[in-house]
């Protein structure tokens, strides 16, 4: 048997609890269809060339859906800084000369210092053959603009990823992110700080755009050929080092993701004057219909012993049930409160 009491608003808290995971994927562990980790290429030219499987989309959607939502601000700025605004001249008679302001997108952008945005959009050249005797010439090909996407599912960041937990490592390269949303190359032999890319921590989005540059100035930076140095314009993540982030099956992804559980706090007030009396049918002598209570059941010295809270809703259904780790007495002369937790992400 059982009594009830109607819980007031007061009752109930809601509170808000922020808890971390940890995630690790090796070699092939990457592509497993319970993880879901999805990379595509972005190719300005792939019109009819498709990337990533379930799903798939044509790689120049990839390449211009990514600058649309991550870029826009910054095509047009050679230090990866938000580019200038384009000032329209208002005329006398109401006319409008100029440009309209080019930088109002919102970018998603990750920290308040130099998001360092880099994205390609002309084609590069790329050292292709050894140095000449004379060192002066090399053999150079032209590459079209590409980029590397990795996509991390909800299920898998949560509410975002923890910055400063990015690792990456492929076969070409290492890469991490720096806490304020931009992605850097591991390359011991350069003291200088270089982005080759960034990390939209709440969309679980890791892009890689190359075009290294040094932090503050923008400038191109070259890298030394045991870490992909040979190439031009700047661009030292090549199509080599994109493929194999896209591609390879040989890479290794890490990192730490967040989520908020909400605790819900019911508290259960059992005033000093409520329930004193036992539900229990074991106190009554004889049938439940004519019995009388046991004498030890009438004393003034009788409090009965509280063993179960359950929570119910307005239709008497049982929703929840809390056991106590003991019967606990009720008292005669203060207030009882029983506090029950819930957990729901």
């Known amino acids: 048997m ?39 290429l972005g190719n300005k030219f792939g019109l009819t060339e498709s990337t990533g499987t379930n799903p798939s989309y044509f790689q120049s959607s990839i390449y211009f859906s990514t600058q649309q939502l991550y ?17 329209a001249i208002f005329q006398p008679d109401g006319t409008i000369i100029g440009k309209i302001d080019g930088n109002g997108y919102y970018n998603y952008d990750q920290t308040n ?13 790329v050292l292709t053959g050894p140095e000449s005797p004379s060192g002066s010439t090399y053999e150079i090909s032209t590459e079209p603009p590409t980029m590397g996407v990795m996509s991390i599912p909800k ?7 923890m910055p400063n937990s990015l ?29 080759v890319g960034n990390v939209i921590y709440e969309h679980g989005m890791v892009i890689l755009t190359g075009g290294t540059r040094t932090e503050g100035t923008g ?18 993540v090549g199509t080599s080092d994109i493929l194999n982030f896209v591609t390879g099956s040989n890479i290794s992804v ?20 409520e329930f004193n009396y036992t539900l229990n049918p074991t106190v009554i002598s004889g049938s439940s219909n004519s019995g009388v209570l046991y004498n030890y059941a009438t004393g003034s010295y009788f409090s ?42």
């Open 2 to 40: 059982a009594a009830y009491k109607t819980l007031n608003s007061q009752d109930i808290i809601i509170s808000p609890l922020e808890v971390t995971k940890g995630f690790g994927f090796e070699n092939n562990e990457l592509t497993s269809s319970n993880v879901n980790i999805s990379r595509y």
């Open 71 to 87: 870029y826009s601000n910054y095509i047009s700025s050679s230090t990866g800084d938000v580019q200038p605004a384009n000032i």
């Open 113 to 125: 210092l130099n998001p360092q945005k880099y994205f390609l959009t002309s084609s590069y050249e």
């Open 155 to 161: 299920s898998l960041f949560g509410d975002f990823i």
């Open 167 to 195: 690792h990456i490592v492929t076969n070409s390269g290492s890469y991490f992110d720096d806490g304020e949303g931009r992605l850097k190359r591991d390359c011991p032999l350069i003291t200088s700080s270089i982005y």
């Open 219 to 236: 400038e191109f930076l070259p890298i030394p050929a045991e870490y992909g140095g040979g190439v031009t314009n700047g661009r030292t």
């Open 254 to 273: 890490s990192f730490s993701s967040s989520f908020t559980i909400y605790e819900t706090q019911y508290k259960c007030t059992i005033r000093e004057n």
């Open 304 to 345: 009965p012993y509280v063993t179960t809270v359950g929570l119910y809703n307005g239709n008497f259904e049982l929703l929840a049930v809390g056991k106590l780790a003991q019967p606990l007495p009720l008292s005669r002369t203060t207030d009882t409160s029983i506090l029950l937790n819930i957990d729901k992400q």
